[in-house]
């Protein structure tokens, strides 16, 4: 009785591993979504507005969720420390310690810390082209992610219950 109880168990906890596993990936994908919206915002208020960018952030990080709504008040604040840092080494260290819960890949994160090197840099012309180039290349990873969701979410609660029955027949 004991052993079934513990083989259950196994079974369940990796099953809700696989489960976990494909959340990851909705989760991204929203992500990826806030964060398309939060760019739109960015460059319309870089365009119509020439609001400057703590400004800017600032605006926008009340109506993004969190981590970007955040991510953005941060940012916003470190730019008006006016410490003698660059923006793009602010944005960077913001990436890496306000972004590192989120489920953003690497690549993703990569992208996003080349936008911040040409923000606050470039003349608004520039600033706007890269921003749309930024918004082409998010719009490919949304769609790569819309289209990975349904085949490895279900790839990962197969390996879910897959391996959960391996380590019950291997401990029994």
């Given at each position: 009785m004991l052993k079934f109880a513990g083989a259950c168990l196994i079974l369940a906890s990796a099953s809700g591993i696989g489960i976990s596993f494909g959340a990851d990936l909705k989760k991204r994908y929203q992500e990826l979504r806030i964060l398309k919206q939060l760019v739109y915002m960015l460059r319309g208020e870089i365009r119509y507005t020439k609001t400057p960018l703590p400004e800017?952030?600032?605006?926008?990080?009340?109506?993004?969720?969190?981590?970007?709504?955040?991510?953005?008040?941060?940012?916003a604040a470190e730019m008006n420390k006016a410490d003698g840092r660059c923006f793009g080494d602010i944005w960077r260290e913001l990436i890496q310690t306000r972004l590192s819960d989120s489920r953003l890949n690497r690549t993703d994160k990569n992208?996003?810390?080349?936008?911040?090197?040409?923000?606050?840099?470039?003349?608004?012309?520039?600033?706007?082209?890269?921003i749309d180039l930024y918004l082409e290349q998010l719009e490919l990873s949304l769609r790569e992610a819309e289209n990975s969701i349904g085949s490895k979410q279900k790839l990962y609660q197969s390996l879910g219950v897959a391996g959960g029955i391996f380590l019950v027949i291997l401990l029994i």
């Open positions: 800017a952030f600032v605006h926008i990080s009340v109506r993004i969720p969190a981590p970007f709504g955040p991510f953005l008040a941060a940012a992208r996003l810390e080349t936008l911040g090197e040409v923000l606050g840099y470039l003349d608004l012309e520039m600033q706007l082209s890269a």
